[in-house]
């Protein structure tokens, strides 16, 4: 018989020390982005799965868990992202004019784990603009994005950098390869280049200046250099340049940070992602620790489609990869319902002082305080003082 402990797989329990750590860093950042002007929202945990779906690939939908609800007999879908319910607001519940810009936090659920590393259940937290379609949005978005991992003691992060206009204008470009983006998608993300070659001889209707661009694009990453590079080998179609610009003012507007380039790099975002996409790395974590970009339109299917860009990251990875969470330094106290006792904690607490009062026959076993002090009754008066 399996023990009632047990989790299932890529589920796991958050010990005090590491949650209050979490909980901190999640009351920081909603204060960012306070700050920056972005409103918190909280959308439900489960909706009905059309909702939950809308305007994204089967990547999420088989991420999504789904159970059947028992007053309506829908599908309901337990989110795994929480994004598309934020574009949901936007669009029908708020319906502003101009830019709206709105913040997050909650839990989400994978059917699968992302990955070998990865857990099943995240803390995700983002924020979302709407209503701006110019780059000067993006920069905002990444900003907020650096400034989010920088708060959180984050060192050495490093920005990584793509823009979905290029591909999409070379497949939008060339009928021939209609029917099969996601055929390209997938050979530009693992840089297969033989495979792309095989591709092209199967359409003998595409254009040999496209397929020569697709072949090349897998070898445009690197440094900021590979900009000038790309504008130089690609073909000068207005979206593909307008999308150059928008990288190099980007760039150009944080001179502070390191970036990396790489124009193939379209993995799952192709049917998500309209524009600029980017991911934040830093050592200490196996994968990205922030993903976001810019994803026009998907507010269409709530009926608005809008400009919108923003970002996401995960609280428990981020904690995870952390210095181990520092114990707060608390005070014993002994029990007792002495006014005056009752008083010294009130005001101790009061303060802002963590103060454990022992309960008759208590060892203290604790993992989130270290217990440096006691309140102790002297000369008439209760007083704290150091333990040796």
Request: net charge negative.
């Amino acid at each position: 018989m399996m023990s009632t402990w047990l989790l299932p797989e890529s589920l796991a329990d958050v010990l005090p020390a590491e949650a209050r750590r979490i909980e901190e860093l999640r009351r920081e950042l909603l204060d960012l982005y306070r700050a920056y002007g972005f409103e918190l929202v909280a959308p439900p945990l489960v909706e009905y799965l059309d909702s939950l779906l809308s305007d994204k690939g089967s990547d999420l939908a088989l991420r999504t868990c789904k159970l059947v609800d028992q007053l309506s007999g829908r599908t309901l879908g337990l989110r795994a992202d929480i994004t598309p319910q934020i574009a949901r607001i936007d669009a029908h519940l708020l319906n502003r004019e101009g830019v709206t810009r709105l913040c997050y936090c909650g839990s989400v659920l994978h059917a699968r784990p992302a990955g070998l590393l990865s857990d099943r259940e995240l803390l995700q937290i983002g924020a979302e603009l709407f209503g701006h379609a110019g780059v000067e949005a993006d920069i905002e978005i990444i900003q907020l994005a650096l400034e989010s991992v920088q708060r959180a003691g984050v060192v050495g992060a490093r920005l990584d950098l793509n823009h979905l206009g290029i591909v999409r204008a070379l497949i939008d470009s060339d009928l021939a390869l209609a029917d099969v983006a996601d055929e390209v998608i997938e050979l530009l993300s693992t840089k297969d280049v033989p495979g792309m070659r095989q591709l092209g001889g199967r359409l003998p209707d595409l254009r040999p200046e496209t397929l020569q661009a697709l072949t090349v694009l897998p070898s445009l990453y690197g440094g900021v250099e590979v900009l000038a590079e790309a504008s130089r080998v690609l073909p000068a179609l207005p979206r593909i340049q307008q999308a150059m610009a928008d990288l190099q003012t980007l760039i150009q507007a944080m001179p502070e940070y390191e970036f990396s380039i790489d124009l193939a790099d379209a993995g799952s975002g192709y049917g998500y992602h309209s524009g600029v996409m980017f991911s934040i790395y830093a050592q200490g974590w196996h994968d990205a620790l922030v993903k976001g970009g810019r994803y026009d339109g998907i507010g269409r299917s709530f009926g608005r489609e809008r400009p919108a860009t923003g970002f996401s990251l995960d609280l428990r990875k981020l904690s995870s990869g952390l210095p181990p969470a520092r114990l707060a330094k608390a005070i014993r106290a002994p029990w007792g319902t002495d006014p005056a006792l009752t008083e010294a904690l009130r005001g101790l607490r009061g303060s802002g002082e963590i103060v454990v009062q022992s309960l008759p026959g208590e060892t203290h076993d604790l993992d989130e305080f270290t217990v440096d002090r006691e309140l102790v009754f002297v000369d008439g008066a209760w007083r704290v003082r150091a333990i040796n």
